[in-house]
């Protein structure tokens, strides 16, 4: 697969959980183990993630919900496509 993803993150500070997706799983569909070696990254106001293919394949990103941030949030999330076939 080919693509990048970069998502910039504006507003209150939010934790960024990363772990690596385990064998027979897609990222996509959430893992939800909690044993899993994860890994807690915070996003401050104007921190900008970049996210490579191989990356989203391979690892499983989140920004879980946290009651206890009240304050506005919005990340701008872009991202590449590879080309269309004809």
């Known amino acids: 697969a080919t693509g990048l993803g970069f998502v910039l ?7 960024f959980r990363i772990h690596r ?4 799983v897609r990222a996509v ?5 909690r044993d899993l ?6 996003l401050h106001h104007g921190d900008a993630t970049v996210m490579s293919a191989a ?3 391979g690892w499983h990103h989140q ?3 946290d009651p206890d941030v009240t304050d506005e949030r919005l990340a701008l999330g872009f ?3 590879p080309e269309a076939r004809p």
């Open 37 to 42: 070696d994860a890994r807690m990254v915070e």
């Open 55 to 57: 990356f989203q394949a």
């Open 79 to 81: 991202r590449t496509r």
């Open 21 to 24: 997706v385990p064998d027979g």
């Open 63 to 65: 920004l879980r919900a």
């Open 29 to 33: 569909d959430g893992c939800g183990d």
């Open 9 to 15: 993150s504006l507003g209150a500070t939010r934790t």
